[in-house]
């Protein structure tokens, strides 16, 4: 049987997708996730590709569509932390007010001109 026959491409697609859908999902910023991105790029690459013909460059996208499944494992599975184990330890006050900057509300007060450096150090030193 062919390895790179369409029912493997299907279920590779299908990996990905279920792959993507792991990675950092935030429910407040879901149209910036980057599963969200993840999913899209995955669903615009297969479709871009669907009518290959040409059995070489089937293969070609399909090991490399495999390797890249592997390397959203490996991430999905946090084995680069388990590798490479991380040293600094970041605080949870420091985690609430990088989202409180980065937060969709306060980006578009910034781009409205309605949140100046004064608010940002409020965040900053408040918490």
Request: with cysteine.
């Amino acid at each position: 049987m062919n390895v790179y026959s369409s029912k493997n491409c299907l279920n590779l697609y299908r990996d990905l997708i279920r792959g993507a859908r792991l990675l950092m999902v935030d429910v407040s910023r879901k149209d910036r996730s980057l599963s969200g991105f993840a999913t899209k790029t995955i669903r615009e690459k297969f479709r871009e590709n669907q009518k290959v013909s040409d059995l070489s460059l089937k293969k070609h996208l399909y090991e490399q569509a495999q390797v890249e499944f592997n390397h959203m494992k490996s991430l999905v599975e946090n084995q680069s932390v388990i590798k490479y184990p991380c040293s600094i330890k970041i605080r949870p006050d420091v985690v609430q007010k990088s989202k409180i900057l980065l937060s969709s509300n306060t980006q578009e007060k910034m781009k409205k001109n309605k949140w100046g450096f004064m608010d940002r150090l409020m965040v900053v030193f408040s918490i």
